[in-house]
């Protein structure tokens, strides 16, 4: 079955870095893109980055753009954020999620769990 | 960049109401509306894709309506384990950058 799981959220300072990792299994990794969406506390859900299967387009929200950095390595099914110059609104949940295109439309169909982000002084 | 906006923020409802909940996007997006429900610490979960289309699994007191920039989903005999957050996304763009909206919280009453 389709599995992802993030892994690496931690508590930061301002202006340090993360990296995430999200696991992939159940499926053929370099045949979807992927996306992360975050979760600040008491917000709603926020598209961040996507990378397509191959990892040749990247595309990130506005508010992360030039400070959060998505790669992948299919060989190894693993999913990557690396996070720069941390802010305090980047605290949040970060989900990885597949994506997958069916009949033209397309949709997150699985998610992972989420790894938690802190960034406080 | 396209926005999408939900309403109600939150509404509360009892076991085997019907509920619905509107989503505008601030330009034409056809039918490239998907919605989700998230609940605390679990990951979200898709409903519908395609504005319409039931996702495989999903319950069929779930449906979806809507073209444009306008969007509806509705929620026919809620039950206690519908009681949770729903978020409208929009996949139109070519390039897969989605949005999504700023949620509608459904709670017990």
Redesign the interface.
């Known amino acids: 079955q389709v599995q992802l799981v993030e892994s690496g959220g931690d508590v930061v300072q301002p202006g340090r870095s993360l990296r995430l990792s999200c696991a992939a299994s159940g499926f053929t990794f370099s045949n979807y893109?992927m996306?992360w969406?975050r979760?600040a506390p008491g917000k709603?859900?926020?598209?961040v980055a996507?990378i397509?299967d191959d990892g040749g387009?990247k595309?990130y929200?506005?508010s992360v753009k030039g400070r959060l950095t998505v790669s992948r390595d299919n060989s190894k099914n693993t999913l990557f954020l690396q996070m720069n110059s941390l802010r305090l609104e980047d605290t949040a949940v970060y989900?990885c999620?597949r994506?997958i295109r069916?009949?033209g439309?397309?949709?997150?169909?699985y998610?992972?769990?989420?790894t938690l982000v802190t960034v406080s002084s | 960049d396209i926005q999408m906006t939900q309403s109600p923020s939150s509404l509360s409802a009892s076991v085997g109401d019907t509920v619905t909940i509107t989503c505008r996007s601030s330009q034409f997006i056809s039918n490239y509306l998907n919605w989700y429900h998230h609940k605390p610490g679990k990951a979200p979960k898709l409903l519908i894709y395609a504005a319409s289309s039931l996702q495989s699994g999903v319950p069929s007191r779930f449906s979806g309506s809507g073209s444009g920039t306008d969007f509806t989903l509705t929620i026919t005999n809620l039950q206690p384990e519908d009681f949770a957050t729903y978020y409208c996304q929009q996949s139109y763009t070519t390039r897969l950058i989605f949005t999504f909206g700023p949620g509608t919280k459904v709670d017990i009453k």
């Open positions: 893109a996306h969406v979760q709603g859900l926020e598209w996507v397509s387009n595309y929200a506005d989900y999620a994506d069916q009949g439309y397309d949709f997150n169909d998610w992972g769990q989420g």
